[in-house]
């Protein structure tokens, strides 16, 4: 059994847990994404961050990003995967996941407290993260079709809905409250944090090649 069936399998079974135990949250979840209401019915309920469903739904976050990314290297630079093995890019993947979530959570904090909006970083951290949860749901029968069917074309499909969304839901991140963020410093975050990084990556990438 390769790696890749191994990641597949273990997604699989944290998914059915959560599917089990948390079928209720997940669907809050899903809703929340597209609607404020059961945002905020779910914020009321608890403190998410704190609750096993977190630790849970992070591992999903974590395994389905990094294989998604390990799947975006494969298409678009496949020579990469030789250098120096499959697998250890996919290590690379799987760190790479971990910092940037750390990291983004980091700039969030900083951003929030430079521009003194920093009483509503929590919402915008959930928000964000239940923006992953979703993804890394859709990934698992995107990546199944990319690499068992195979429909190889699912992937640029997908990948380029995603990059939409992505900018849609920083930009709802920004105007969730109330009293919302001046648009000119979403776009310096979006920028700067959003956008930078990955260039700055992708050019890591193709120097690498």
Request: charged share 10%.
């Amino acid at each position: 059994m390769d790696y890749i069936t191994s990641v597949f399998l273990l997604l699989l079974i944290l998914i059915a847990v959560m599917l089990t135990f948390h079928r209720k949250k997940i669907l809050l979840v899903i809703q929340a994404i597209f609607s404020q209401r059961y945002f905020f019915l779910l914020t009321r309920e608890g403190k998410i961050f704190s609750e096993r469903f977190y630790i849970l739904s992070l591992s999903i976050v974590f395994l389905s990003f990094s294989l998604f990314c390990y799947t975006l290297i494969d298409y678009f630079f496949p020579a990469s995967l030789f250098l120096p093995s499959p697998f250890f890019l996919f290590v690379f993947s799987m760190i790479f996941i971990v910092a940037n979530f750390v990291l983004h959570l980091l700039f969030f904090h900083f951003f929030f407290y430079l521009f003194d909006y920093q009483k509503d970083s929590y919402y915008f951290n959930l928000y964000q993260f239940f923006f992953l949860i979703v993804n890394s749901l859709i990934f698992f029968p995107v990546l199944l079709s990319y690499y068992y069917i195979p429909l190889k074309i699912i992937l640029p499909i997908y990948f380029s809905i995603f990059l939409f969304f992505y900018f849609f839901i920083h930009l709802k991140i920004f105007t969730l409250k109330t009293t919302e963020i001046n648009l000119f410093y979403f776009f310096i975050y979006f920028c700067t944090f959003e956008i930078l990084p990955y260039l700055i990556i992708v050019k890591w990438v193709k120097l690498l090649i």
